[in-house]
T-cell receptor
Framework: GNSVTQMEGPVTLSEEAFLTINCTYT??????LFWYVQYPGEGLQLLLK?????DKGSNKGFEATYRKETTSFHLEKGSVQVSDSAVYFC?????????????FGQGTELSVKP | DAGITQSPRYKITETGRQVTLMCHQT?????MFWYRQDLGHGLRLIYY???????DKGEVPDGYVVSRSKTENFPLTLESATRSQTSVYFC??????????FGEGSRLTVL
């Protein structure tokens, strides 16, 4: 079946540290891949996406590359800020699967300390 | 304002009562979704809709009913609430480019 596995949290970093959150997926077909961010008490916001192999999505200093050979979509940021503290969700979508629903990983909580 | 809005944001009810969570989007997206978010389970799809009057079950539909008489609205009803339905509920709509846009969520507590 289709699924997403993320590294477990919480992840605690100091400000300006390098961030990696691992995400691997299993899918039939050719999924699109997404990272969403959820701040406390809010809904999920799209952070970045990639729609085909070797695509790199980027936004607000975050990056992730769609690696078909390793079925991965790891999220990276070179220098995190306190304001990046949130829960991050990796997700895949298959346009012909249940309306293009997104299948989410469990989420990784990131806490950045000053 | 453009976007997707949910109401109520917070609701406390009792076991056995009927509860309806509302969802409204202004983009005219065809596809809409209801997810629930629970610790340890992540986000799970309850129901989705491809268009007005077209709905289908997701992973965890039991105990829920949906309708979609207009493209912009997608209400979720718990006909007889149970404690296991205490959760945060998110409505979403899908853009043609594949990403989902989420509302801010409805936090439901069933006593």
């Amino acid at each position: 079946g289709n699924s997403v596995t993320q590294m477990e949290g919480p992840v605690t970093l100091s400000e300006e540290a390098f961030l990696t959150i691992n995400c691997t997926y299993t899918a039939t077909g050719y999924p699109s891949l997404f990272w969403y961010v959820q701040y406390p008490g809010e809904g999920l916001q799209l952070l970045l996406k990639a729609t085909k192999a070797d695509d790199k999505g980027s936004n607000k200093g975050f990056e992730a590359t769609y690696r078909k050979e390793t079925t991965s979509f790891h999220l990276e940021k070179g220098s995190v800020q306190v304001s990046d503290s949130a829960v991050y969700f990796c997700a895949l979508g298959l346009i012909y699967n249940q309306g293009g629903k997104l299948i989410f990983g469990q989420g990784t909580e990131l806490s950045v300390k000053p | 304002d453009a976007g997707i809005t949910q109401s109520p944001r917070y609701k406390i009810t009792e076991t056995g009562r009927q509860v309806t969570l509302m969802c409204h989007q202004t983009w005219s997206h065809s596809y809409m979704f209801w997810y629930r978010q629970d610790l340890g389970h992540g986000l799970r799809l309850i129901y989705y809709s491809a268009a007005a009057d077209i709905t289908d079950k997701g992973e965890v539909p039991d105990g829920y009913v949906v309708s979609r008489s207009k493209t912009e609205n997608f209400p979720l009803t718990l006909e007889s609430a149970t404690r296991s339905q205490t959760s945060v509920y998110f409505c979403a709509s899908r853009a043609n480019t594949g990403e989902l846009f989420f509302g801010e969520g409805s936090r439901l507590t069933v006593l």
